[in-house]
């Protein structure tokens, strides 16, 4: 009996991980394991995204997504004050290497790099010709190892970044 638990055991393990990694838009939202949600905010701007057990990304105002076949999100649009956003991804390695944002008034592109860890260094944004960098720095991580606080700056202006993560059990 202990030998039959034990063999359904070690199918079913893998096959909840599968489910948690169905869909890729933690990954997109730069965090990973069973998140339930993500709440942050930047110079007191909050948002709060929901996740799917499945890791599919809820969102209020947020349609016509597309997957990949490996469950990578490659776009979707987005209703915000009034105003479509058309929001496209180009994946490398598991990461969002960039994103592209587009309205009825212009695009903007960024490029993220990263360092050996996996961890984000710095965006690159290029805002209709316009070039500028946004670094990274003093990260602090929860116990599940995604960034709960970082620091940045642009244009010369330094911002915290904060986010409170809730995981599925």
Do not use: C
């Not at 944002?101 to 993220?112: D, L, R, V």
């Not at 050996?116 to 010709?129: N, R």
């Not at 929860?142 to 993560?165: A, P, V």
């Amino acid at each position: 009996m202990k030998k039959a638990f034990l063999m359904l055991a070690l199918l079913v393990v893998p096959f909840a991980l599968q489910a948690q990694t169905k869909f890729h838009d933690v990954e997109a939202n730069d965090a990973k394991g069973p998140v339930k949600s993500i709440s942050s905010s930047v110079m007191g701007q909050a948002q709060t995204i929901n996740f799917t057990v499945e890791g599919k990304m809820i969102q209020d105002g947020m349609s016509n997504a597309v997957y990949d076949a490996d469950g990578y999100l490659q776009s979707y649009k987005m209703e915000a004050q009034g105003m479509e956003i058309t929001v496209k991804y180009t994946w490398e390695n598991g990461r969002v290497a960039s994103q592209e944002m587009g309205t009825s008034m212009g695009s903007f592109a960024t490029k993220n790099v990263y360092d050996d860890k996996g961890v984000l260094v710095k965006t690159m944004m290029d805002f209709g010709g316009q070039n500028m960098e946004s670094p990274y720095t003093d990260y602090k991580f929860d116990d599940k190892g995604n960034w709960i606080s970082r620091k940045t700056s642009m244009m010369g202006q330094e911002m915290e970044q904060t986010r409170k993560i809730e995981y599925y059990e």
